[in-house]
């Protein structure tokens, strides 16, 4: 048996005639530039996350990006992110010229330890982006009251979350705004790239919708040097058909991960747990195992679909070499980069498929 990482053919087939009833109304109506679909989808997103604005643009980095640049901040100036999260994070700080100043991360979730925030601000420190990062919600409110005591902006990166709560509300509403991706394997995917930055804050929305039109809002008349970043209309068709299936969809990850918890329950590997008060949604299932790289090769060789999120902290790229921290820098995401592990996980994935993996784990690990 094959089981495959994620099984996006699945998902397309549940949507298929709705999508192409939606296409064909955009090609008929030649809407494809900010088409009504387009309007539509962020205000159902927004209502979503329980916000009053969403603003869609082109992929989560521009995201990041717009948003981090929405609440002021510049180049040279410093934004405060986890080492363990997926590059785009830094990499949207550096497109602004802002410098990433990385913490290290919680032991258990592998997500931001907002005990270590305090101690990186400086006076040139602009944001904070606490990452939620495999579905699960980080601890913002922990994150909010350190960004409070030196009047900093807290910018979500939501792009693994779509549905996932903390204490009841929804991430994407947590802090001062936040920038998610539709990256086609994301919980909420599209058929391609886009993204979305969502608030309460009206001034923000704006702002990021202005820089992401080339910085105008008339026809050739450009307030500030902006750039081209929007929602295809036919990407959001896509996200709208997805979106009426999101909950559905996340409730059959969780009972994938409930699966996968008590069939891994008796092996040698650490399972991910859920943090009070969240309700996760699971875009992966990441273990950690010993001997991780043998243990990986035997699982791909016998056919079962298993990824690396990540393998290699942010400092230990070649990209941020010149930031200058080697190894040690960061113990508990370099040593949870040598030990992560992601299993299948999707709405579709079978209770026989889960059943297969673990069995084809098991073996690799008693080998």
């Given at each position: 048996?094959?089981?495959?990482?994620?099984?996006?053919?699945?998902?397309?087939?549940?949507?298929?005639?709705?999508?192409?009833?939606?296409?064909?109304?955009?090609?008929?109506?030649?809407?494809?530039?900010?088409?009504?679909?387009?309007?539509?989808?962020?205000?159902?997103?927004?209502?979503?996350?329980?916000?009053?604005?969403?603003?869609?643009?082109?992929?989560?980095?521009?995201?990041?990006?717009?948003?981090?640049?929405?609440?002021?901040?510049?180049?040279?100036?410093?934004?405060i992110i986890p080492a363990n999260t997926f590059i785009a994070t830094a990499e949207a700080v550096s497109r602004i010229g802002a410098v990433p100043v990385l913490v290290d991360v919680d032991e258990e979730s592998l997500l931001m330890d907002p005990t270590r925030v305090d101690k990186a601000v400086t006076g040139r420190t602009q944001a904070i982006v606490p990452v939620h990062l495999y579905g699960q919600a980080a601890p913002v409110e922990a994150v909010l009251d350190v960004a409070a005591a030196h009047d900093l902006p807290v910018v979500e990166?939501?792009?693994?979350?779509?549905?996932?709560?903390?204490?009841?509300?929804?991430?994407?509403?947590?802090?001062?705004?936040?920038?998610?991706?539709?990256?086609?394997?994301?919980?909420?995917?599209?058929?391609?790239?886009?993204?979305?930055?969502?608030?309460?804050?009206?001034?923000?929305?704006?702002?990021?919708?202005?820089?992401?039109?080339?910085?105008?809002?008339?026809?050739?008349?450009?307030?500030?040097?902006?750039?081209?970043?929007?929602?295809?209309?036919?990407?959001?068709?896509?996200?709208?058909?997805?979106?009426?299936?999101?909950?559905?969809?996340?409730?059959?990850?969780?009972?994938?991960?409930?699966?996968?918890?008590?069939?891994?329950?008796?092996?040698?590997?650490?399972?991910?747990?859920?943090?009070?008060?969240?309700?996760?949604?699971?875009?992966?299932?990441?273990?950690?195992?010993?001997?991780?790289?043998?243990?990986?090769?035997?699982?791909?060789?016998?056919?079962?679909?298993?990824?690396?999120?990540?393998?290699?902290?942010?400092?230990?790229?070649?990209?941020?070499?010149?930031?200058?921290?080697?190894?040690?820098?960061?113990?508990?995401?370099?040593?949870?980069?040598?030990?992560?592990?992601?299993?299948?996980?999707?709405?579709?994935?079978?209770?026989?498929?889960?059943?297969?993996?673990?069995?084809?784990?098991?073996?690799?690990?008693?080998?």
């Open positions: 048996m094959k089981v495959p990482f994620v099984d996006l053919v699945a998902q397309q087939a549940e949507i298929a005639d709705e999508v192409r009833a939606g296409i064909d109304e955009v090609l008929a109506t030649a809407a494809f530039i900010g088409g009504p679909a387009v309007g539509a989808f962020e205000q159902e997103y927004a209502d979503f996350c329980g916000v009053l604005h969403c603003v869609g643009v082109a992929n989560g980095t521009d995201a990041v990006e717009l948003a981090l640049r929405a609440v002021g901040v510049t180049p040279g100036g410093e934004v990166d939501a792009a693994q979350s779509q549905g996932a709560r903390r204490f009841g509300k929804a991430c994407g509403s947590l802090g001062t705004v936040a920038a998610t991706s539709f990256y086609p394997g994301k919980n909420l995917g599209a058929a391609g790239d886009a993204g979305a930055v969502t608030t309460d804050d009206a001034d923000i929305a704006d702002r990021v919708r202005l820089l992401g039109a080339h910085g105008s809002r008339q026809k050739y008349v450009h307030e500030t040097i902006g750039m081209n970043s929007r929602l295809d209309t036919v990407q959001a068709v896509v996200l709208r058909a997805k979106l009426k299936r999101l909950e559905a969809w996340n409730e059959k990850r969780r009972q994938a991960a409930a699966r996968y918890a008590e069939l891994l329950a008796d092996l040698d590997l650490r399972v991910p747990t859920t943090r009070d008060g969240n309700l996760d949604v699971w875009h992966l299932y990441v273990t950690r195992v010993d001997d991780r790289d043998r243990v990986l090769a035997a699982l791909q060789d016998a056919g079962v679909g298993v990824g690396l999120h990540y393998p290699e902290p942010v400092h230990l790229t070649p990209a941020y070499a010149h930031l200058g921290l080697g190894e040690g820098a960061f113990p508990v995401a370099e040593r949870a980069a040598r030990q992560i592990l992601s299993l299948p996980m999707h709405p579709h994935l079978t209770e026989e498929q889960q059943q297969h993996v673990v069995e084809t784990l098991t073996a690799c690990l008693t080998r």
